[in-house]
């Protein structure tokens, strides 16, 4: 009881310091005054055109992916999300038929989608509510482990590549302060956790969760864990990586080809541990590192670790973090999550063009968060949004511009 209290008591303390980050940056930036460039917009994709040219099986190369004919393979993803949360299953589905939105995804130009699902998802594997499929009929009355399987399919079907992404224990919006979520497991806590699992149980969540795509060949990996973090960003990563190499190992006895994607520490920012402690799987060529980076990224930063920081600086942190492993030939670097506002303030667009030139410079795969036009909670706007609310209609402006630059690099 008194272990309880003190997580209460804690959790009640980040609540306030949350809020207070928030309203400081918030209110102590302005917005930009020109987020457009006078650069011309790269033309989007015609869907009619031939797909991307997928030569799987995939692996890695030093730095790069490759292809069954060794030739570069650069992943341009995007974040469709939705299965983490508490409506159990990717937005969108009550708007647009799933393989109009696969269409779209191509339209923008990106070849992968990163789908996001929750630990929870899996185990009560519920039966989702007609109205939130009612653009997709042949889905009502399916359960969410089902309707998983159907989107994956759909993406796939329109030669997409999807890499599933086990986002957060307990199906919510990610990634708050709730210690329950900080790690891929959390029965050292006992009963404070609504949803409790083992390290045990977490990997055959993600043998259910995968089993089904043994034989799906745009199915081409596992995005092992968002975010590990611990509390307060103390997740030491030689735990991480172990926990990573069980789990690997595991899903590539169902098929050897798998991609295993091995997010950072420190809500995936921090990756140095690598270059001591590499995760080393029972077949090689097989691990992709992945980054997030945000403005806000790094523990304790009240402005936004990058917000302001002078693009040498920038270069500076991005190389410690996890581009030295592109540098230096040992890995490739998935840049798993990034995103920025459609109507940025200073700090968001200083922060948008460093990145967006570093990635250029290192010629980086990616996935942008997100495609969603709304949250499923509360049905609130998505500020990151690539498209409009119809699920058809695209944004257009700095950060597609920017991406589909990246892209056609």
Sequence with gaps: MRLKRLYSVLAACGLVLLWWYRFAVDSSQKPAEDPFSPRPFPPLIDTDEPLYPFHTPLRTRGRDVVD????????ASVNWYGGSDELFIPSGLDIRHRSEIARLIRHLGFNSVRL????????????????????NKDLIGLRALDVYIAIVESLTDDGIAVIPNNHITQATWCCGINICDTAWYNDHLGSVCRVSQTEDQWIENWVTVMSPFANNSLVIGADLRNEPRGFWGTMPWSKWATAAERVGNRLLAINPHWLMFVEGVSSSNDLSGARKRP???????RVIYSAHVYSWSGWGSREGMYAKRPFPSFVKSMKENWAFLLEENIAPVWVGEFGGPHEPNEGDLHYWNNLLEFLKLVDADFAYWAINPRKPHHDEKEGYSLVEDDWKTPILDYRLRDMLELIRQ
């Design 68 to 75: 069954r004919n060794n030739q570069r393979v650069k992943l």
């Design 116 to 135: 996001p699902y929750s630990d929870e998802m899996v185990t009560n594997n519920p039966m989702i509510k007609a109205d939130l499929l009612s653009a």
């Design 279 to 285: 995760v080393v799987l029972n077949i090689p060529d």
